[in-house]
T-cell receptor, first 114, second 112 residues
Framework: KAGVTQTPRYLIKTRGQQVTLSCSPI?????VSWYQQTPGQGLQFLFE???????NKGNFPGRFSGRQFSNSRSEMNVSTLELGDSALYLCASSSRTDMNTEAFFGQGTRLTVV | DQQVKQNSPSLSVQEGRISILNCDYTNSMFDYFLWYKKYPAEGPTFLIS?????DKNEDGRFTVFLNKSAKHLSLHIVPSQPGDSAVYFCAASVGYGNKLVFGAGTILRVKS
């Protein structure tokens, strides 16, 4: 069974640009969450999608947005990039919808903003 | 406001001995707790979880203990192996959904 796949693995962007990251969850998983990891803030929750609807949202500015497609694949978008957006962006998928369960992570996308 | 705390930035253990990683939380609404292992430039790998209705869960060499009154959980690895060397994250969530709150992580070094 294939794991969570994130593309691209590495990305370099310039301040002010926008970026789109992609995540394909484990087959059959309908919940997709996004996290940002930085040295200063650690792992922080961005948002969670289930059945194409945002179910939870973390404390990030509106420049960070996401969506989920009918096949459960998800994308996150960051507009007007800032230097501080440089981070490892992680996607996680899980199977259950009505109770907590473990989330399985992809390898992440390393975004560098210059 | 750090709701999940891992107060030990690092831990060094001899191969074959027990590794004990600790985690404290402040939010009494957390009802599900997980441990992840992470290597640099990779995503976290799920290790073991525990629901708040339990106080212990075992999976092979890994055991997680939950003390709700103390708002404390710990991960025991027995016996420790050099391949266990990694960063270990404690995470917690509340109710419905998968919004995980992570601790800062503990670097475990297992010496052979």
């Amino acid at each position: 069974k294939a794991g969570v796949t994130q593309t691209p693995r590495y990305l370099i962007k310039t301040r002010g640009q926008q970026v789109t990251l992609s995540c394909s969850p484990i087959s059959g998983h309908r919940s997709v969450s996004w996290y940002q990891q930085t040295p200063g803030q650690g792992l922080q929750f961005l948002f969670e999608y289930f059945s194409e609807t945002q179910r939870n949202k973390g404390n990030f500015p509106g420049r960070f947005s996401g969506r989920q497609f009918s096949n459960s694949r998800s994308e996150m978008n960051v507009s007007t990039l800032e230097l501080g957006d440089s981070a490892l962006y992680l996607c996680a998928s899980s199977s259950r919808t009505d109770m907590n369960t473990e989330a399985f992570f992809g390898q992440g996308t390393r975004l560098t903003v210059v | 406001d750090q709701q999940v705390k891992q107060n030990s930035p690092s831990l060094s253990v001899q191969e074959g001995r027990i590794s004990i990683l600790n985690c404290d939380y402040t939010n009494s609404m957390f009802d599900y707790f997980l441990w992840y292992k992470k290597y640099p430039a990779e995503g976290p790998t799920f290790l073991i979880s525990i629901s708040s209705i339990k106080d212990k869960n075992e999976d092979g060499r890994f055991t997680v203990f939950l003390n709700k009154s103390a708002k404390h959980l710990s991960l025991h690895i027995v016996p420790s192996q050099p391949g266990d060397s990694a960063v270990y994250f404690c995470a917690a969530s509340v109710g419905y959904g998968n919004k995980l709150v992570f601790g800062a992580g503990t670097i475990l070094r297992v010496k052979s």
